[in-house]
């Protein structure tokens, strides 16, 4: 299809006929997917919302013209009259097109290509005359296009020449039939070109509510389109690929193209999973059934119920084909699949509706009788067992750790990762998600970790396991409010979005210090963890004379002396600090805290005008003595930080802790690859 100003519109350069932008293509009826750089060259009131957007179908001989509104693009410009160029990744829009009712859809693969496939590319162009229009297509191999830690990497296209206005239209799997990527653009290369996965349509989700529910909204449709068209006259994408037989893998048993049309269709009458962590566990607790190895959690991102079939039945992750299942243990680990997702729902109580019940009952109904094919008897008779036990899987239970490295350079800017960190203390370890390709400043941290840490939290937080969030932070950036950040932008029609709300106010936020990681545990390190593991805890001061005599004492104590004091405290102290810690005398005063071992420690991340530094230490030992041990403390600070969340209506029990931190660093073993190092110098001014 032809994208470009409603039927009245004039190219407002040329003073042409109708603007003609790009192209696109149905993935459901009443919704065009194309590129968000497309539809921005409509303008402002593209991105108000309006029906601005002209969607053109058949040749120009015979061509029906529609209008559509823009539902989402990603990303949106920040100013939509100067829009952005090149567009930034993922470069994605879908297009709302009430008016079209029962139009051709295309198939959305389950994964994108990443090692070299066979593609057709398809659009239109400009044609010579005024108004004209020519269809285009070609064929090239594609490859890469992953997605995940909150990052898009493009589909590199080569062998095939993309020509002005494909821009938005299918990049098509030949072998499969199936859509895996969407034209960006040309390549820097001659005869290259790029294009955007489909599956970076995960960032809907993270885009707010909204953007998740039209995800699985478009789905939804899309998979009860195919299946409407299948059980119809007329032909269809699942006997079109039938037809296609061996060459795109279709034995006549397996999860053939039927079964995935009727698995997938079942999929959207159920409501959508909790996170990729959810998809994910589910999906490896099929693999291992079938003796499959796991996938890990930094290499795979799914966000509905068919991706988690996809990451079964077609792999191609990279690996050489003798690696993917058999198509035998390809259909039994869907099936299981399917099973265990039936039970995780049944078990959870989340279909609220008739509806929802109606769609587990049909679900079962196709397990079951699929699961009666079955060539292996073990599996065959695994799954009644499956569907009807109902219990709980094995929860991953991994936290997140953010870790954010000193500006050694002199640049103003820091290096960043985000890790998944499975079990704890000096036996926990970490597998990493995302990490900076340059140094970001201090000001743009939040925003630069943003989308890698909501992926990380999203694969983390399975069943009743909400993740924790480390931060492990040079000295001088103890004082950055990561209580306050937030994994997804706030939205103000939605305050208390869980997903949206600052991250210390729904999970366990935590301090630790960056550069105990490279030095290693100490005596003095193992001795205070094993202190305040047992308790009881009480308060000592970081500062010896602030509590008495406030921060302009005539005679403060020394840095040595602040080490002796702190190295003999009993081993359940606790330090506390009514100001900062990440300069000036609190940060000389925390070193020497650090270096006499101490795992926990108070402080506030604003000066707060220091009117109330008794009341803070006072407060805060009673808080240390009623929590007796350090693993209440987060849960605890968590609850104050509640408390005062609301600037001018906070509860007075806990208006004292606002902007209060925890740092609670208890000896851990490295990586057995060792520490992760600084990345290369990179996009740093020459000296």
């Not at 293509?25 to 919302?49: D, E, M, Q, S, Y």
């Not at 009514?578 to 925390?590: F, L, T, V």
Request: charged content about 25%.
């Amino acid at each position: 299809m032809r994208i470009g100003a409603p039927g009245g519109g004039y190219d407002r350069l040329s003073g042409r006929g109708p603007a003609f932008w790009g192209s696109g293509f149905f993935v459901a009826p009443g919704w065009v997917l194309t590129c968000a750089h497309v539809v921005g060259k409509g303008g402002a009131g593209v991105w108000r919302g309006e029906r601005a957007i002209g969607i053109t179908i058949g040749d120009p001989a015979k061509a029906e013209g529609l209008t559509g509104e823009l539902a989402f693009g990603l990303p949106a410009p920040a100013d939509p009259g100067a829009p952005p160029s090149p567009w930034p990744m993922p470069d994605l829009a879908l297009v709302r097109v009430p008016d079209a009712t029962d139009p051709d859809c295309l198939w959305l693969s389950d994964r994108s290509a990443t090692g070299a496939t066979e593609i057709g590319l398809h659009g239109w162009m400009p044609g010579p005359a005024k108004d004209d229009a020519l269809y285009f297509s070609g064929t090239g191999t594609a490859s890469g296009g992953t997605t995940g830690g909150g990052t898009v990497s493009p589909v590199i296209l080569s062998g095939g020449q993309l020509v002005e206005g494909c821009s938005g239209g299918p990049v098509v799997d030949v072998r499969r039939g199936t859509v895996i990527a969407v034209s960006k653009g040309k390549g820097r290369g001659p005869g290259t070109a790029v294009a955007t996965p489909v599956t970076a349509l995960r960032a809907l989700c993270d885009a707010g509510a909204a953007g998740g529910a039209v995800l699985h909204e478009v789905l939804s449709a899309h998979d009860r389109h195919h299946l409407r068209r299948y059980h119809g006259p007329g032909d269809s994408w699942p006997r079109r690929h039938a037809r296609l037989g061996p060459a795109a893998g279709e034995p006549a048993h397996g999860f053939t193209a039927e079964r995935r049309a009727q698995l997938y269709a079942l999929f959207a009458e159920l409501e959508p999973p909790a996170g990729a962590g959810e998809v994910l566990q589910l999906v490896n607790d099929a693999r291992d059934l079938v003796l499959q190895s796991p996938y890990t959690l930094r290499d795979q991102d799914p966000r509905s119920w068919r991706e988690g079939a996809g990451l079964l039945y077609d792999p191609r992750d990279g690996r050489t084909p003798v690696d993917e299942p058999t198509r035998d243990l390809a259909l039994e680990a869907v099936v299981l699949y399917a099973a265990k997702v039936h039970a995780a729902l049944t078990r959870s109580g989340r279909p609220r509706s008739a509806d929802g019940a109606d769609a587990l009952t049909h679900l079962r109904a196709w397990i079951e009788a699929t699961g009666l094919t079955l060539r292996n008897d073990i599996i065959r008779a695994l799954v009644p067992r499956l569907l009807d036990g109902h219990r709980p899987a094995s929860a991953a239970r991994a936290d997140v750790r953010v870790e954010i490295d000193l500006d050694i350079y002199g640049t103003g800017g820091h290096a960043w990762r985000v890790l998944l960190q499975h079990g704890s203390g000096e036996e926990q370890t970490l597998s990493p998600v995302a990490q900076s390709r340059e140094e970001v400043p201090r000001e743009r941290l939040e925003e630069a970790i943003r989308g890698p840490l909501s992926a990380a939290l999203d694969q983390c937080d399975v069943d009743a396991h909400l993740a924790a969030v480390e931060f492990m932070l040079p000295r001088p950036l103890f004082d950055l409010p990561v209580d306050q950040w937030r994994a997804r932008p706030y939205d103000p029609v939605d305050p208390f979005n869980p997903h949206t709300l600052p991250l210390g106010q729904r999970r366990l936020v935590v301090v630790r210090d960056r550069m105990r990681k490279d030095q290693g545990p100490t005596p003095e390190w193992r001795a205070r963890a094993a202190g305040v593991a047992e308790g009881p805890l009480h308060a000592v001061p970081l500062r010896r004379e602030v509590p008495e005599h406030g921060h302009d004492a005539p005679s403060p104590e020394g840095g040595q002396a602040a080490y002796g004091r702190l190295l003999a405290v009993p081993s359940g102290a606790v330090p506390v600090y009514c100001s900062r810690a990440g300069g000036g005398p609190g940060q000389r005063a925390m070193a020497a805290a650090l270096t006499a071992g101490h795992v926990v420690a108070l402080w506030r991340h604003t000066d707060g005008g220091h009117e109330d530094c008794t009341d803070f230490h006072e407060r805060a030992a009673e808080m240390l003595s009623a929590a007796r041990a350090a693993e209440h403390l987060p849960g605890r600070i968590r609850t104050l930080r509640n408390g005062n969340a609301d600037e001018e209506a906070s509860d007075p029990g806990t208006a004292w802790a606002r902007h209060i931190v925890l740092l609670y660093d208890p000896p851990h073993r490295p990586p057995r690859d060792g520490p992760l190092r600084e990345p290369p110098l990179i996009h740093r001014p020459s000296t």
